[in-house]
């Protein structure tokens, strides 16, 4: 749903799993992905973020401390269609590693396009948390997943 | 009852001498034998920590993760200040710029090392290039990576950083690099193996004092290490994490 459009973006409402919506501003500007980088996070059981790398922090303008605590969902860009997400709690549930190209939306509203493995982090047979580590993918990948996602929103 | 150490293949030549100093100076701190067996060859050393030949190495990131999580080993130390990054370069007079200029069909050299292997491969991926679509060469060290290059037998070759950067001058002239890698996370770590856990205080403690006293320090100084840092279950179990998110 949008609410308002100017030349420096448009204010859209986001809609999270269960219910809950945020007014985000978004802005048709990609921040290209750091050569050699990894950015890295965990998130505790229910997905509120732990830890987060310093990559991660830059790419995505928030600051550690307005990360450190916040629903993973902080990074969620309209574009992507929720079935996405639901695909990786659902693989993340039965044990298993996640593969995906996700669009992350920045705090300035801009976004960037990263290759995403998350895992679940098991101790003593428990699941403590998942870490998510990402890569630069490559343009075609992201070409493909722009037109595939689509689809499904 | 003698220990065995062993060292990651991967360890530079001009440390052996350094390692056989660390044996000797591992020896004096528990008080007992301590024999140091180096391999040429990452498979063999697995063959034999999976045979419990291997009480103490110095391990890759990348054997880390199963010496912890199948064998029960334990991180105990890591050098302080050293992450394993990899680095891809090329000819100085190649055509490319980037990693993204590589085409289909490019010609690789590598080595055998795990880590730096996977972290290569993981940056070419935005250059939608993969095992289905490139040669790769197998080399035993990075010199003969470079030499590879030079000789135009490959176009990129996959080097740790460390082992680049150890190149004479003169090779490193002829070649540029393409890009480095940034993790900061992933280093090498020097764990015990289960027979070894009552001897774990001791010698965590001897080896964080190590950089505190002469002969510890010129032992350090020997493995180009300036001291060990060290490495809790968590630690440890954060970088495996990490790992196992990069191995396909
Ligand atoms: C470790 C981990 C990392 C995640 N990383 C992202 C991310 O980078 N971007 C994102 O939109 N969602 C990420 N998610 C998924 C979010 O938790 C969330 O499911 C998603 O943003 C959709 O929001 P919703 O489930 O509240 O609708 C991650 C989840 C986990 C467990």
């Given at each position: 749903m949008e609410d308002q459009n100017n030349d420096d973006g448009r204010i859209v409402t986001i809609t999270y799993y269960g219910g809950a919506t945020r007014e985000a501003l978004i802005v048709d500007h990609e921040v290209p992905y750091p050569d050699g980088k990894l950015i890295v996070s965990r998130t505790d059981p229910k997905g509120f973020i732990t830890h987060v790398n310093q990559a991660f922090v830059d790419m995505s303008g928030y600051s550690r401390e307005e990360l450190i605590?916040?629903?993973?969902?902080?990074?969620?860009?309209?574009?992507?269609?929720?079935v996405a997400f639901a695909g990786l709690w659902e693989t993340l549930e039965t044990g298993t590693k996640w593969h995906g190209y996700v669009k992350n939306l920045r705090k300035d509203g801009a976004f960037y396009w990263v290759k995403a493995t998350v895992i679940p982090n098991i101790r003593d047979g428990e699941v403590v948390g998942y870490t998510s580590v990402r890569r630069k993918p490559s343009r075609s990948k992201i070409r493909e997943s722009e037109e595939l996602y689509e689809t499904l929103k | 009852m003698t220990l065995n150490l062993t060292v990651s293949?991967?360890?530079?030549?001009?440390?052996i001498a350094g390692w056989y100093f660390f044996n000797t100076w591992l020896q004096r701190q528990l008080g007992n034998a301590v024999h140091l067996e180096l391999y040429d060859s990452f498979e063999e050393q697995r063959q034999d920590l999976r045979a419990e030949k291997v009480d103490l190495i110095y391990a890759n990131p990348y054997d880390a993760s199963m010496l912890v999580r199948e064998l029960g080993f334990e991180a105990i130390a890591r050098p302080l200040a050293q992450p394993d990054e990899t680095i891809i370069a090329c000819r100085?007079?190649?055509?490319?710029?980037?990693?993204?200029?590589l085409q289909p069909g490019t010609r690789v050299a590598t080595t055998s090392d795990p880590d730096v292997h996977t972290m290569g491969m993981i940056m070419l991926e935005p250059a939608d290039l993969d095992s289905s679509n490139i040669s790769i060469a197998q080399r035993s060290n990075y010199v003969l990576v470079a030499k590879s290059l030079l000789k135009r037998e490959a176009d990129i070759g996959f080097f740790l950083k460390a082992g680049y950067q150890d190149l004479s001058a003169l090779i490193q002239n002829q070649m540029k690099v393409l890009v480095t890698s940034q993790?900061?996370?992933v280093h090498h770590t020097l764990l015990v193996g289960p027979g070894m856990r009552e001897q774990i205080p001791l010698l965590q403690e001897r080896l964080l004092a190590m950089h505190e006293d002469d002969k510890g320090r010129s032992v350090l100084e020997s493995l180009g290490i300036e001291q060990w840092e060290s490495m809790d279950r968590e630690r440890t179990e954060f970088m495996i994490d990490l790992i196992d998110t990069l191995i396909p």
């Open positions: 605590g916040a629903n993973h969902n902080i990074l969620r860009h309209p574009d992507m269609p929720a | 293949p991967d360890f530079a030549p001009d440390h100085e007079d190649a055509e490319f710029e980037s990693v993204e200029d993790i900061s996370v």
